[in-house]
């Protein structure tokens, strides 16, 4: 059996041209979008940073001490989130609609 590839081989040799083989082309170079997004990202860090009304209130005494008051805007809490009284045994599963069709 080894006989036989052997001849198989020398044949080819002989008969088939092997193509030459060829180096893989260099890498393209990296496109602008590698170098601009990390740029575009900062930018509008800072736009948003600076771009921010702290809404700061600066008053001054007369024993020279500053004073700094902020406000804020919206109420911050969480009553409108426990607002819902369900419990678990109220509670009914979505597809509840689906087996309602079949007892009916």
Same mark, same amino acid.
């Given at each position: 059996? $080894?006989?036989?590839?052997?001849?198989?081989?020398?044949?080819?040799?002989?008969? $088939?041209?092997?193509?030459?083989?060829?180096?893989?082309? $260099?890498?393209?170079?990296?496109?602008?979008?590698?170098?601009?997004?990390?740029?575009?990202?900062?930018?509008?860090?800072?736009?948003?940073?600076?771009?921010?009304?702290?809404? $700061?209130?600066?008053?001054?005494?007369?024993?020279?001490?500053?004073?700094?008051?902020?406000?804020?805007?919206?109420?911050?809490?969480?009553?409108?989130?426990?607002?819902?009284?369900?419990?678990?045994?109220?509670?009914?599963?979505?597809?509840?609609?689906?087996?309602?069709?079949?007892?009916?």
């Amino acid at each position: 059996m $080894k006989e036989f590839f052997n001849q198989m081989r020398a044949t080819d040799l002989k008969e $088939k041209e092997i193509p030459p083989f060829e180096l893989p082309q $260099k890498k393209q170079k990296p496109s602008m979008v590698r170098y601009l997004l990390p740029l575009a990202t900062v930018a509008a860090m800072l736009l948003l940073f600076f771009g921010i009304d702290w809404n $700061k209130e600066v008053v001054e005494t007369e024993d020279n001490t500053l004073v700094i008051t902020m406000t804020i805007e919206a109420p911050m809490s969480t009553d409108g989130f426990m607002a819902d009284e369900s419990s678990m045994t109220q509670w009914k599963s979505p597809s509840d609609i689906l087996i309602q069709e079949f007892e009916d």
